[in-house]
């Protein structure tokens, strides 16, 4: 898998990446996620959380850009593995600990 950002340096949010940054997006995103889903489950009209769904969006970007400035190796690393592995976390325990600890939770 090539590196998990693109020419210009913004980040490709592929599955991998993704999945290999997800307790990341969790901890650090977790105010802009509970806000678009309760959006979501009070209003059944989709066009109202779109800016909600954004906020999400703009979360999750910048926290890939400062993860892959901080800790690109050992991202890029781990995204390789959770590519090569079609996802599955229990192959890439190695990597998830490099990476953990070159980038611990915020």
């Not at 490709?12 to 307790?23: I, N, Q, R």
């Not at 109202?48 to 999750?60: D, F, I």
């Not at 690393?77 to 990597?95: D, P, V």
């Not at 998830?96 to 600890?101: I, T, W």
Request: a neutral charge; proline letters at 5%; charged letters at 30%.
């Amino acid at each position: 898998m090539a590196s998990t950002v693109d020419v210009v340096g913004e980040a490709v949010p592929t599955s991998a990446v993704l999945m290999a940054a997800a307790k990341h997006i969790g901890t650090k995103c977790r105010n802009e996620n509970v806000a678009f889903l309760k959006c979501k489950k009070d209003d059944p009209n989709p066009e109202k959380c779109l800016e909600r769904g954004r906020q999400v969006t703009r979360c999750v970007f910048h926290l890939l850009k400062d993860l892959h400035q901080s800790c690109n190796k050992e991202l890029d690393s781990y995204a390789g593995c959770m590519y090569y592995h079609t996802n599955e976390f229990e192959f890439c325990r190695k990597e998830q600990k490099e990476f953990e600890k070159a980038c611990p939770f915020p």
